[in-house]
């Protein structure tokens, strides 16, 4: 199952980047991002589901800060995390994004994950592109990784 998804994952990051239609991902500075993604994970029975909408900006060009939330509807529960976010376009549409989520889910109890992405940013247009990303989530004693696609706006880029 695990060399399937990294199979899966590979082909498809692969044929973003072959097919993609941008020459270049070039963000400008004081542009703003406004977006989200899609997750899906499926492990010895139990699956998971989550909504991540964010919102960054970039301060210097090709990198973003900002905030991403995650709503995980799990098998029996829902939860909500948040915390930052940066990420850096490093060639065309690549980039790498590395983010902290804070969930707090009782009075006296509280986690953080960290999670370290790749992913690739296919523009549509010069203001919105669909985005695969692999994701790789550290937290309390586990770690996961999971396949996820995005669509982002980015206002005032040129």
Same mark, same amino acid.
């Given at each position: ?5 990294? *199979?899966?994952?590979?082909? $498809? ?5 072959? !097919? #993609? =239609? *941008?020459?270049?991902? +070039? =963000? ?5 991002? =406004? ?10 029975? /139990?699956? @998971?589901? +989550?909504?991540?909408? &964010? ?9 973003? $800060?900002?905030? &991403? ?5 799990? #098998? /029996?529960?829902? @939860?909500? /995390? ?12 690549? !980039?790498? +994004? $590395? ?12 986690? *953080? ?7 690739? *940013? ?22 996961? !990784? ?5 669509? +982002? ?6």
């Amino acid at each position: 199952m695990k060399n399937t998804t990294l *199979s899966l994952m590979a082909a $498809v990051f692969a044929g973003m980047m072959l !097919f #993609s =239609v *941008s020459a270049s991902a +070039q =963000v400008e500075k004081g542009a703003v991002m =406004v977006g989200g993604g899609i997750n899906f994970q499926s492990e010895d029975g /139990e699956s @998971q589901f +989550q909504f991540e909408p &964010n919102i960054g900006y970039f301060p210097v060009n090709n990198l973003g $800060v900002g905030v &991403n939330f995650n709503i995980d509807v799990e #098998s /029996e529960e829902t @939860q909500m /995390e948040f915390g930052p976010y940066v990420r850096y376009y490093v060639w065309k549409g690549l !980039f790498p +994004q $590395v983010g902290l989520l804070y969930n707090k889910t009782g009075e006296d109890d509280a986690y *953080s994950e960290y999670n370290l992405s790749l992913g690739y *940013s296919v523009f549509a247009n010069k203001n919105v592109a669909f985005e695969p990303i692999v994701n790789y989530t550290i937290g309390d004693g586990y770690s996961r !990784f999971y396949l996820g696609v995005g669509v +982002q706006a980015f206002l005032g880029r040129k």
